[in-house]
């Protein structure tokens, strides 16, 4: 991308407002920023891949997530001025966009009570259906009928979707089902509407002739081709169908940061809403160094809100349960010393360096630095120990032992601002492998969790790293904790992988054990996490055909002329689409479910097995609550009141309503002749139709549910009793 330059217009708000505060995280990032451009002149490729940058009007913006107060108003002149861009709102929780220049560690900003920077994200098939028992719901074995995911939506953000892939077309190979996508990294156009950035296709021409999203960040990736065949892919003719194969999709290739994701949500929510169909969310991405890993963080504020309009959301654990990554140390006014690893720098040319995350109990603070040690553990040179108490401004610094310069920058919070804990981030650059990296910590007491993560200069490195024992004194990391953001949010599905269990040839069973890469609970607070388990090892999915990412092919299909690959992969990240495709399933028999009952449906009938063992009523910091198991969970979704008004028309109604003696169907031959009512408190009334009356006169007034199973499908209706 050419470097670009620009003519910064100043804007002035003339409102005065209580001003919003920038954690020192993110002011630091941000004035470090600022000087950068100011020094060369110009906006870089560089820049564009480590910030949360948008070009929009021809001009820098930075990505921010904010939370408002009831005085927000968005047509108050310092919107209308264009200082603040803000395009997706669910609940208090909204993206916001800012001109680099204008933005300042303390602004005047109506109706925003707290800013923060968005941070960059990083991310066999059919044995696996057989496994998850969901090919017992896809043939309707002891259903009303086969579920597949007709009816509902699968959102998947991600990279790398390839559009024209017979994968995402219906059984019949004749019509696309991606109801629409957006490149959010492609600059043509034209954007979403109420969106400023961006290439929207919603059409199966435009989608055709755009072929597959743009090059980005992870050049022609497939990652997202991968993960939606899991989802829902119809098969092309091969066995490697998908969970829901015929759930229709929306794709969006988003911008690494957290406040693009918001706007995909949103997006997504909307196109889902104006369709009046159900949404599943699938993230098979994350990241340890932004959020607060315990649910506080806006974005997962963000999730609960939609989750609360009925969206689901299903995310990838993580893929570091077998590195010993995180330290979690109870101090007693004493010091803790641990080598940091590092990954090689030959191994990715986006190499920089170790990010170390800190955080520890309210009100305690605590106290870091680094050592430098040669081959033989003697010390060369040391930084001073920066405490969460007084390190008020950015630390970027440097240490000089011989030839060699160790590179490190410090920034800390007191309290966080979202659940009041100390926190601090370190971040070391070391290229000579003979120098040993020491993190060293001290506090007077109380717990403080460390993670060592790799980081890149995109900023989109998302594994972890160890913590390693050398020398007397220092102590190994352990690979507890390792849940990754936003899968710790509470009402978010977090999934973790197994290896698929089949029947060999010979009659014997191979495979379901839990994958050594997939994370450990629990959150550093000590929620459970993750919440369930699905098959993530050497799944065959759909490869995008515009991928530049090397693989090896497992099969391949042609189709209007181009060759569509199978392949491979292992991950949480394949995981993932496993539950989503599963919620779709039970979305589709019952549509009336709220978002946390498909979460609580899903997690009540996970099955144990020897693999698994015996998990206590809490749950398990591996398994959650056990391996998924599509089909018993699509049978207690059947029995279950949902608690969603969906939009559409009922096939049917009941009147009259208010009733004191017997109601009347408005539809006699399609009724069933069973009908459940169910009354505020979950109790459940088996009651006989005839002649297109229910008797209700011995009901006890108050408000029901009356529920019918009609063209397969749960239908349900509400009723007052006099």
């Known amino acids: 991308m050419r470097n670009l330059l620009y003519l910064w217009i100043f804007c002035f708000c003339q409102l005065s407002f209580a001003q919003v505060k920038l954690n020192s995280n993110d002011w630091h990032d941000i004035r470090l920023l600022q000087l950068e451009i100011n020094k060369v002149g110009s906006l870089t490729e560089a820049m564009l891949k480590k910030y949360p940058l948008q070009v929009i009007n021809g001009e820098p913006y930075l990505s921010f997530i904010g939370k408002l107060d009831s005085s927000y108003n968005k047509d108050y002149p310092v919107y209308e001025d264009k200082c603040v861009n803000i395009y997706s709102k669910v609940s208090d929780i909204a993206s916001v966009r800012m001109p680099i220049h204008t933005i300042r560690e303390k602004m005047d900003l109506p109706g925003i009570i707290k800013l923060q920077l968005a941070s ?69 156009g034209p954007a979403p509407l109420g969106y400023g950035y961006g290439t929207e296709y919603n059409t199966q021409t435009a989608l055709l002739e755009a072929g597959s999203d743009t090059s980005n960040i992870y050049s022609f990736a497939t990652h997202g081709t991968h993960v939606a065949g899991i989802a829902g892919g119809s098969g092309a003719g091969t066995p490697n169908r998908g969970m829901a194969f015929e759930s229709k999709f929306l794709f969006v290739t988003f911008l690494v940061d957290e406040a693009a994701v918001l706007d995909a949500w949103e997006w997504m929510y909307q196109k889902a809403l104006a369709d009046g169909k159900r949404l599943v969310v699938n993230m098979s991405w994350g990241l340890y160094h932004f959020g607060t890993l315990d649910g506080t963080s806006l974005l997962s504020q963000a999730i609960t809100a939609y989750s609360d309009l009925g969206v689901v959301f299903a995310n990838s654990a993580g893929n570091n349960g077998n590195v010993n990554f995180h330290i979690k140390k109870e101090f007693n006014n004493d010091l803790l010393k641990s080598k940091i690893d590092f990954y090689p720098y030959a191994s990715n040319p986006n190499m920089w360096g170790q990010s170390i995350h800190a955080w520890g109990e309210p009100e305690k603070s605590f106290s870091a630095g680094i050592l430098v040690n040669n081959n033989l553990n003697s010390l060369l040179v040391e930084s001073p120990l920066y405490s969460t108490d007084n390190t008020t401004s950015y630390i970027d610094s440097f240490l000089v032992t011989g030839t060699d310069t160790i590179w ?48 890149l200069t995109t900023d989109v490195g998302n594994w972890g790293m160890p913590f390693s024992a050398s020398g007397p004194g220092t102590v190994a990391g352990d690979n507890l904790n390792g849940v990754s953001e936003p899968s710790c949010s509470d009402d978010v599905i977090s999934v973790a992988a197994y290896a698929t269990q089949y029947q060999t040839p010979g009659g014997s069973n191979a495979g379901g054990a839990i994958a050594s890469f997939s994370s450990f609970g629990p959150r550093y607070d000590g929620v459970m996490k993750p919440d369930i388990a699905a098959p993530g090892v050497s799944i065959i999915s759909s490869m995008s055909s515009f991928t530049d990412v090397a693989f090896t092919s497992q099969g391949s299909v042609d189709f209007n002329g181009r060759t569509y690959h199978f392949a491979k992969l292992s991950g949480t990240s394949m995981a993932s689409p496993m539950v989503a495709g599963i919620a779709a399933l039970i979305l589709d028999a019952n549509p009336y479910l709220s978002a946390q009952q498909v979460k609580e449906i899903l997690m009540q009938t996970a099955r144990q097995d020897n693999y698994t063992g015996s998990i206590p009523p809490e749950g398990s910091n591996r398994w959650g609550a056990g391996k998924v198991n599509a089909y018993a969970a699509v049978q207690l979704a059947l029995q279950t009141i949902g608690l969603e008004d969906i939009p559409g028309e009922l096939d049917w109604s009941v009147y009259p309503n208010p009733v004191a003696n017997e109601l009347h169907f408005t539809i006699l031959d399609e009724l069933p002749v069973l009908a459940e009512i169910i009354d505020s408190e979950g109790k459940v009334f088996k009651k006989y139709i005839k002649e297109g009356k229910l008797p209700v006169s011995d009901l006890n007034p108050g408000t029901y549910f009356i529920r019918l199973i009609i063209n397969n499908k749960v239908q349900q209706d509400r009723f007052i009793k006099l």
């Open 120 to 188: 960059k994200i990083g991310d066999q098939l059919e044995k696996a259906i057989k496994d998850t028992r969901a090919d017992s719901v896809q043939l309707g074995i002891g259903l009303p009928e086969g579920y597949s995911g007709k009816d509902v939506y699968i959102g998947v953000t991600d990279w790398g979707f390839d559009y024209t892939s017979p994968m995402f077309y219906d059984t019949a190979l004749q019509e696309t089902r991606i109801v629409a996508a957006w490149d959010q990294f492609k600059t043509s």
């Open 408 to 455: 490190y920058n410090i920034s800390a919070d007191s309290a966080h601002s979202l659940n009041n804990r100390p926190s601090m981030r370190l971040r070391v650059k070391n290229t000579n492998t003979s120098l040993k990296i020491l993190l060293k910590s001290t506090a007077i007491n109380g717990i403080v969790h460390y993670w060592n993560v790799t980081e």
